[in-house]
C-alpha cells in the first residue's frame, strides 16, 4: 500500500435522510435521524458514538436486518430493493457482517465443518466436490491461522473468544463480500487478539479492494484503521471527516468530549471531576 | 520509605478439575505493595489476572485451592490465620475486592441498603442502624451517586451507577488494600473516566490506602498505576514503574503487548501494530523452560531447557528472560528498522 492520500470516486452505498423509529406515540424513540451516509469502494469508514447513539441500528438497517421507517438506500448506483427472499440473498452475497459477541454469532449445534459449508452453499458452489470444498475451507483456516484439522469436527463452544472472532474472518474470506460491516468486531477481545484480527481485515482489504464499515466506540481503533469518521449522537451525526482530521482536531463538543475521555499513553489525562 | 501493606511471596494456586488434575493459574507469584502506591497487573485474558486477585483475598472457594505461599498484610501472613479470624478481621477491613462484573455483583432482589447494612452490622457491631445508613450515604455521596441509589434495587441504575455502588459497598470499612478487577471494561469511556477518578480520589484522600488494578487495557495503567507488573501463564514476567514498563519493555512478551496498544493520539496511525501469533500455553501443562518461548520471536534452545527465574536488572525492575538487557533492546532495535515487507498493519 502507498502512502498517499487515496482517493475514492466509485459510491458503493448511498444512504439519503434515513429515519429510524421504533415504538409510535409517546413512546417511540427515534434511533436514527435523517442519516446522509457515503461509503465509497474500498474505503474504511467508522461510526463511533456512545451506547444508544444509534449506531447498531444504521448497521442493521444497511445490512437489511431491519427496515428504514423512511429514506432511501442506494447500493451500486440502483434503489435496494429486500423485497423477495432470492433478492435478500442476492444482497447478502455482497454485503456480510461481523458481530460483536462471538459466542453467539454461531449456530451452537453446527460444527466448525457446517458452518464454512454453509457459506459455499449460499454463494451457489454446493456442486463442487468434497476435496474441492474442502481445500477452500482449509484456505480459509489458514488465512486466520487456525488448523482446519483440528477444528472442523469441534462446536462453536468449544473454541475461545477469539478462536470464534477469527472463525468469523473465515467466514468472510470465503464468502468474498463487496461489503464488511463489522459491529464492535473487537470489543469482547483483548488488544492483543485485536491487533491479530485487525491485522486479517486490513489484508483483505488491500486483497480484495473490500469496503468496511466499522461500528466502535473504541476511538483509537476507529482512527487507527478508518479512512473516514462518523461521529454518532443520539441518532445524528453530529462531525463527519477524515479520520486524523475529527480525532486530532474537533470541532463538535460531543467529539471534544469524547476525546478527551479515552486515556492516552503520552498526553497527560485530565482526571478532575466535573 | 512508606510502609509495606502487602507483601506476597510466591503464591501458587490452582485449580481442581473433575479429572482431578491441577491447574495453577497462579505459578509462584511474589509482589509488594507500598503505602499509598497502586499497583498494575497487566497480561492478555486467561493469564491468571482474576485468579491472583481472588487469591489475594485469602478466600478460596473450590475449584480455586491454595498451593503454597504466603500473603502477609502489615506482617501477619493471612493463609496462617483461622477463616473465622480471616472472616471478621481481614476480608473488607484490610482487603477488599470490587469484581469485575458489577451488574453480576449484586442480588437483585435486595435494596443496596441492605447490602451495606449487612456488611457494617458484621463488622461494626457498635453502630446503630441509623448510623450505618448515614455512614453509607457518606459513601454514596462521595461516590456522586444520588440519595435515590440507596434505596434503590440494583436494576434500577445504569451500569456506571451498578458499578460505582459496588465501589461504595466494597470501600465502606476503609480497606487498606483495594483490589479492582477491570473495574471499568464494562462500561463506556466517558462512565470509565469518572470511575477511574473516583478511585484516585479515594486513594489521595487516604479512603484507601493502596491498590491493586487489574487490567488488560494498558493506557488505563498508564495513568492509574505507580507500577506495573506484566502477567503471562501464571507468571509475572517483568515489573517497573508504569512509565518504564510502557514506554520501555524488556520482556519480549511486554513489548509485544505494548505495540499492540491503540489510543487516538497523534503519531498513531503511522505506527505498526504488532501482534503476537498463537495462544498462550495450556496451563494443564505448562512448558519447563520459558512459558512464552513457543510464540517469542527470540527464543533460543536454552529457553526451553529449564525454569526461568526472575532476573533482577535495577533497582525495583525484573524480567524472566534468558537474554540480557542489552541484547533485548538491540533485537528490538534491529526489528524497528524499516522493512519493505513485513506484518504491517497499516500503510
Known sequence: MSNQKKCFDQVLIETRKVNKVFGSGKKSVHAVKDMDFLLHKGEIVSIVGQSGSGKTTLAKILLGLLKETNGEIIYDGKRRDLSSLQKRRAYWQNIQAIFQDPFSTFNQFFRVEKILNDCLNLQELGHLSIEEKRDRMRDACQFVNLKYEELYNKYPFELSGGQMQRLMIARIFMMKPNVLIADEPTSMIDACSRSTILDMLMKLRDERQMTILFITHDLGLAYYVSDTLYIMENGETVERGEASQVILNPQHPYTRRLVSDVPKLREEWDLELA | ?347
Open chain 2, 1 to 347: 520509605m512508606a510502609e509495606q501493606v502487602l507483601k506476597v511471596k510466591d503464591l501458587k494456586t490452582f485449580y481442581r478439575t473433575r479429572l482431578k488434575e491441577n491447574v495453577y493459574a497462579v505459578d509462584g507469584v511474589s509482589l509488594e505493595l507500598e503505602e499509598g502506591k497502586v499497583l498494575g497487573i497487566a497480561g492478555e485474558s486467561g493469564c491468571g489476572k482474576s485468579t491472583l486477585a481472588l487469591s489475594l483475598m485469602g478466600f478460596y472457594f473450590p475449584p480455586l485451592n491454595f498451593g503454597g505461599g504466603s500473603i502477609e498484610i502489615n506482617g501477619t501472613d493471612i493463609m496462617k490465620l483461622p477463616y473465622e479470624t480471616l472472616r471478621t478481621h481481614y476480608l473488607g477491613k484490610e482487603i477488599a475486592y470490587i469484581p469485575q462484573a458489577a451488574m453480576n455483583a449484586l442480588n437483585p432482589t435486595r435494596k443496596l441498603v441492605h447490602f451495606a447494612i449487612d456488611i457494617l452490622s458484621e463488622h461494626r457491631k457498635d453502630l446503630t442502624k441509623e448510623q450505618m445508613i448515614s455512614l453509607t450515604r457518606e459513601k454514596f455521596d462521595f461516590l456522586q451517586l444520588p440519595e435515590r441509589a440507596l434505596w434503590a434495587y440494583p436494576s434500577e441504575l445504569s451500569g456506571g451507577m451498578k458499578q460505582r455502588a459496588v465501589i461504595a459497598l466494597s470501600t465502606l470499612l476503609n480497606p487498606k488494600v483495594l483490589i479492582a478487577d477491570e473495574p471499568s471494561s464494562a462500561l463506556d469511556v466517558s462512565s470509565q473516566k469518572v470511575v477511574i477518578a473516583l478511585l484516585r480520589k479515594m486513594l489521595n484522600e487516604k479512603l484507601v490506602k493502596s491498590m491493586i488494578f487489574i487490567t488488560h487495557e494498558l493506557p488505563l495503567l498508564r495513568h492509574v498505576a505507580d507500577e506495573i507488573v506484566v502477567m503471562y501463564a501464571g507468571e509475572l514476567v517483568e515489573k517497573g514503574t508504569s512509565e518504564q514498563v510502557i514506554f520501555d519493555p524488556v520482556h519480549p512478551y511486554s513489548y509485544a503487548l505494548m505495540r499492540s496498544i491503540i489510543v487516538p493520539e497523534e503519531g498513531m496511525k503511522a505506527q505498526k501494530l504488532s501482534c503476537i501469533p498463537g495462544a498462550p500455553p495450556n496451563l494443564k501443562n505448562v512448558p519447563e523452560g520459558c512459558r512464552f518461548a513457543d510464540r517469542c520471536a527470540y527464543a533460543i534452545d536454552a529457553c526451553r531447557q529449564k525454569k526461568i527465574e526472575i532476573d533482577v536488572f535495577s533497582e525495583g525492575r525484573y524480567k524472566r528472560c534468558l537474554h540480557s538487557v542489552a541484547s533485548l533492546r538491540a533485537m528490538y532495535e534491529a526489528e524497528d528498522l524499516p522493512q519493505e515487507t513485513g506484518g504491517s498493519v497499516h500503510e
